[in-house]
């Protein structure tokens, strides 16, 4: 197999860092020869010292475990002498081997000085679409057992297994695979160039055939596409009233229990399309909504022959509908049809650039991995669309560069068209009965001239509540100062070496005479660059003197009225952006006569040049959209908008950004959608506010168009599965000072906590006061088993907090209001959720401002039009996260005693799902809580 010994190690310690003190208390190592294990030593190790409490709830290693194991310097030798002419490996080495290193050498012994893999730097080479590279993860989706993760000897030994897999995989890769990943090797971090050595010279002793599945294209290996012609008609066998759906259900779906709703919802879905009627439909947690749209969706398809686009808010979702509910159609269905998967064409690679790519030197770590994780990526793909990948912050740059832009030079140029996947996906379209989309692609066909959607006239839009808010965002502007400052940095200056520097070079190369100058353009791209930083300086002040007014506050949101544009101070932002935008217009016209010339004239372009132009083409795109942007948000008229700066003052310029959305979009969406398509179904958990869906059809514009309405309630028995409770002994948030109330929620909330055992999503409308309230319980000292997560705080995505959060046995998870949406945590793992304020929008915040003053000028009340109704649909889609099966059992803690107090209060609790009801204090509560979970 391979020459060397590897040997798999994995240490448990009281912390994190050997340099503050802190020690080893188990260690385990595996020894793999000849591609096998063959011995494991594991040792607890006294560390002299107490062990946190943190640190046994997540080993399940106490005192009493290590009281009489050997100090570290009585095992050293034996760990030596494993190590003697091994390669050490871990998961995420540079933790193990630095705290071993710094142990040794407390000990008086010599450093290992061998070479080392890390299993998480080779995790992200061999599985680049893994949702994350932890080790408890990793052998999870690998099915290895993994009995007590967060103890040595099990992590040790699992870490082996996965090594071992990642070899076997490895050494199924195609030669020119393996050879391109040799190359890049050398520039990781850890050793593994040794293991791409050790892996090709196995394979050139014995060269494979290449498997059927795959092709090399140009030295690259790629999945095959399927292509299987299409030649179906549609179809009239099938009557929809001698179709018996549940028929269908009960045979195909495990333990299918018969919804009502469920059928109501597909016979009023498939009336709408043959009637070509609108209708909205609000369809409780439960009714089973995906198969309730897609069932009639697919049957209308086929009898007509015409497509049926699905709509969803987020990529999750779509990627859910394809994996569970289309899968499961499939299986039902007594006929074939093609559904597809369409997202906008930067979420496509250009295979070209990325080949032209492979041949440049490029050392920098992240492009380094980036570019493994694709070369093994594109072994796999059939859709070639980034989001399938894993990658790290650095990665995601570099895919900048890859995305697909379309063409400037005849894309029959490109030698990799016949491979394109933006055109195959767009192909498989055309050809698809079902385009699963989301909002966002959806919004952007309905503003761009040119359609990455075939022609339909029949759409679903699911989680239809996050509409309005989707057109606000697509229709408006979203600048931020970094990514500003990366768009820009990719021009350079001839000295620079980047986009322009590498195209003057190239026309050089050629000795032909071209029109520009390229000394003048590089003076005025100088210019440019000293002017925006110049804008961008002035910018940030003026947040910043008004930021500073409001105490204690980090996150700000500053609101750019009409009266502020009018101001002294506003005037220079104004005059420093206007000398961006005529630099970037100048800067814009030369380099879009340069590419013209090229074209022009002709020139013979070797592959590296052809790819060099279409990413020059790709940056002016960007270009020209970011000067637009800046044009719209600071010269043009915007009054229809509301715009404000956005940032924390804590880490300025850097976390600026300019934002500008229209205050309403009705006549938008009504325009570009209800009146331009025959069909359109609304659907979410959360549309009606007291039974009526008024406040829904006002906001998107469908009011007054004789739309059908469908209200489906919950199959669950809220009264069984749930409880709601509104604590006494809080004060009302009005009536004391901030400190005093955030105080008074943590201590509560502690107690809560230990009374759920954890299990817990505490969730709050204001970042601040969620990371005060934060804070304080983690300061109390009261949880220490108990693991606090914080979104904003803790590091992770929302998805990554929400696995970590099911992770841990007692974890409380802290959220604001994104959270309250989307984020989906079933059965055990969430029992007690906890609102600490009613959901209502801050008064501040700008789009709420915005839309108060038209609701005041049109002679309404804002609280009633808006902000009430706006609030209820959060509040249903906060107390949704409870009960998301019908085995799930929880309780909801409102600490708002408004919903009591107030006239308007009793609107909340009649949107929701009845159930049992109780005020107490903390006392009563917890008695109540221990006696209920």
Not at 122 to 134: E, G, R, T
Not at 222 to 236: F, Q, T, V
Not at 565 to 580: D, F, L
Request: proline share 4%; net charge negative; hydrophobic share 40%.
């Amino acid at each position: 197999m391979y020459p060397f010994k590897l040997v798999v190690v994995d240490l448990e310690t009281t912390g994190n860092s050997p340099k503050r003190g802190e020690k080893i208390i188990q260690i385990s190592a595996v020894i793999i020869e000849g591609g096998k294990i063959i011995d494991q030593f594991t040792s607890f190790v006294s560390p002299g010292k107490p062990i946190p409490a943190f640190i046994e709830e997540l080993t399940g290693i106490n005192d009493d475990m290590v009281k009489d194991a050997p100090a570290f310097h009585e095992i050293a030798p034996k760990i030596l002498e494993i190590l003697d002419q091994g390669v050490f490996v871990a998961h995420n080495v540079q933790f193990d081997l630095s705290f071993l290193q710094a142990e040794l050498e407390e000990a008086g012994y010599n450093p290992f000085k061998g070479p080392s893999f890390d299993t998480v730097e080779l995790a992200k080479v061999v599985l680049p679409s893994a949702d994350s590279f932890k080790l408890s993860e990793l052998s999870n989706s690998l099915d290895l057992s993994h009995v007590r993760p967060h103890q040595a000897d099990s992590d040790a030994y699992v870490t082996a297994e996965i090594l071992l897999y990642f070899i076997e995989e490895l050494s199924k890769l195609p030669m020119v695979t393996l050879e391109k990943l040799y190359k890049l090797s050398y520039h990781l971090k850890s050793d593994l160039s040794l293991l791409f050595d050790g892996i090709v010279s196995e394979k050139q002793r014995h060269v494979d055939d290449l498997p059927a599945e795959m092709e090399v294209y140009r030295g690259i290996a790629l999945k095959k596409k399927d292509a299987s012609p299409s030649d179906e008609a549609p179809m009239d066998v099938l009557d929809p009233e001698a179709f018996n759906i549940e028929e269908y259900l009960s045979r195909h779906v495990p333990f299918y229990e018969k919804r009502e709703q469920q059928i109501q919802m597909m016979e009023e879905i498939q009336n709408s399309f043959y009637e070509s009627k609108h209708i909205v439909i609000e369809a409780g947690t439960g009714v089973g909504k995906s198969l309730g749209y897609l069932w009639p969706s697919v049957l209308f398809a086929k009898q007509t022959g015409e497509k049926v686009v699905i709509s969803t808010y987020t990529i999750q979702l779509q990627e859910q509908l394809l994996r569970k509910e289309i899968k499961l159609m499939e299986k039902m269905c007594p006929f074939p049809f093609k559904t597809v998967l369409l997202k906008g064409k930067n979420h496509y690679i250009n295979l070209f650039k990325f080949e032209q790519s492979l041949r440049e030197d490029e050392t920098q770590y992240d492009v380094v991995l980036t570019k493994m994780q694709i070369l093994v990526w594109l072994t796999r793909t059939e859709s070639g669309d980034s989001d399938e990948l894993n990658l790290t912050s650095g990665g995601q740059l570099f895919w900048n560069r890859l995305k697909h832009d379309g063409w400037h030079l005849s894309h029959t140029k490109d030698p990799w068209v016949g491979k394109d996947f933006y055109l195959s996906a767009r192909k498989k379209a055309q050809e698809a009965d079902i385009i699963i989309t989301n909002h966002a692609m959806l919004l952007m066909d309905m503003v761009k001239e040119s359609s990455m959607l075939p022609s339909y006239d029949h759409l679903v839009i699911d989680e239809a509540h996050h509409l309005e808010k989707s057109a606000r965002q697509h229709l408006g502007v979203v600048l931020d100062y970094l990514s500003i400052k990366f768009t820009t940095a990719q021009l350079g200056m001839l000295d620079h070496k980047q986009l322009f520097y590498r195209l003057d070079q190239m026309i050089t190369g050629h000795s032909v005479e071209m029109g520009h100058h390229p000394f003048e353009i590089d003076a005025r791209i100088g210019q440019f660059y000293q002017d925006l930083e110049e804008a961008m300086t002035v910018l940030t002040s003026v947040f910043y003197k008004k930021a500073k007014k409001r105490h204690g506050v980090q996150k700000i949101q500053l609101r750019i009225t009409a009266e502020m544009k009018k101001s002294s101070y506003w005037q220079p932002v104004i005059m420093a952006m206007e000398r961006v935008i005529s630099g970037m217009k100048y800067i814009e016209k030369e380099c879009q006569n340069i590419l013209q010339e090229i074209k022009d004239k002709k020139l013979k372009l070797a592959d590296k040049e052809k790819a060099l132009v279409e990413e020059f083409h790709s940056f002016l795109v960007d270009w020209s959209e970011l000067k637009m942007n800046l044009q719209r948000v600071f010269i043009k008229d915007f009054d229809d908008h509301v715009l404000w700066l956005d940032g924390d003052t804590r880490s300025l310029p850097n976390s600026l950004s300019i934002q500008a959305q229209p205050v309403t979009v009705d006549r938008n969406l009504q325009d570009e959608i209800f009146t331009k398509k025959k069909s359109v179904v609304l659907t979410s958990a959360t549309l009606t506010v007291s039974g009526s869906f008024q406040y829904f059809l006002n906001e998107i514009g469908l009011a007054g168009m004789g739309v059908k309405k469908l209200q489906l309630s919950s199959p669950f028995d809220y009264n069984e599965v749930s409880r709601l409770f509104v604590p006494t002994d809080v004060p009302e948030i009005q009536q004391v000072q901030a400190e005093e109330y955030i105080e008074a929620i943590s201590s509560h909330l502690i107690g809560v906590a230990q009374a759920t055992k954890g299990r817990m999503l505490i969730l709050f409308t204001s970042y601040d006061m969620l990371r005060k309230t934060y804070e304080l319980m983690k300061e109390s000292g009261l949880l220490e088993e108990y693991v606090l997560m914080a979104q904003g705080i803790t590091s992770g995505s929302r998805s990554r907090l929400t696995k970590n959060f099911q992770r841990f046995d007692k974890a409380i998870l802290f959220g604001t209001s994104s959270f309250w949406e989307g984020v989906d945590i079933p059965g055990e793992d969430l029992s007690c959720l906890a609102m600490v304020r009613l959901p209502f929008s801050p008064p501040d915040e700008p789009v709420t401002q915005a839309k108060s003053d038209i609701l005041k000028a049109e002679g309404k009340n804002p609280f009633s039009a808006h902000s009430l109704p706006e609030a209820i649909i959060r509040f249903k889609q906060g107390v949704g996260r409870l009960i998301r099966r019908s085995s799930d059992r929880g309780i909801v803690i409102v600490y708002d005693r408004r919903i009591m107090t107030t006239r308007y209060g009793n609107a909340f609790l009649k949107s929701i799902p009845s159930m049992e009801m109780r005020e107490g204090d903390l006392y009563d509560l917890v008695s109540w809580i221990e006696d209920w979970l």
